[in-house]
């Protein structure tokens, strides 16, 4: 069992920057790899970012690519989405999740655990 908790969210300008932590409880975070999800208002939840168990491995949706970057520290049992140059269209809850493989680490519909989100507000 793996309980996630994410935090960091807020409201910032567009341009800005936001850095989200999403903390792990359990003994076997470090066993599962760790993605990125939102969603905005009316729209289907999707994927952002996801990071392979070790932290080698990363991979990211073409529309934050080279702005997003996610990390983990596992000694912490915490994993990282830092956020630059936000644009309104990234505004929505993001959410963290655990997957225990990588094949399909892009599909929402794989993932094991699923944290309650956080509130990321981009002013234009």
């Known amino acids: 069992q793996v309980q996630l908790v994410e935090s960091g969210g807020g409201l910032v300008q567009a341009g800005g920057s936001l850095r989200l932590s999403c903390a792990a409880s359990?003994?076997?975070?470090?066993?599962?790899?760790m993605g990125w999800f939102r969603q905005a208002p009316g729209k289907e939840r999707e994927f952002v970012a996801a990071?392979?168990?070790?932290?080698?491995?990363?991979y990211y949706a073409d529309s934050v690519k080279g702005r997003f970057t996610t990390s983990r520290d596992n000694a912490k049992n915490t994993v990282y989405l830092q956020m630059i140059s936000l644009k309104p269209e990234d505004a929505a809850v993001y959410y963290c999740a655990a997957h225990r493989g990588w094949g399909t680490i892009d599909n929402r519909g794989d993932y094991d655990y699923w944290g309650q989100g956080t509130q990321v507000t981009v002013s234009s």
């Open positions: 359990g003994r076997t975070f470090s066993s599962y790899a």
């Open positions: 990071i392979s168990w070790s932290g080698g491995n990363t």
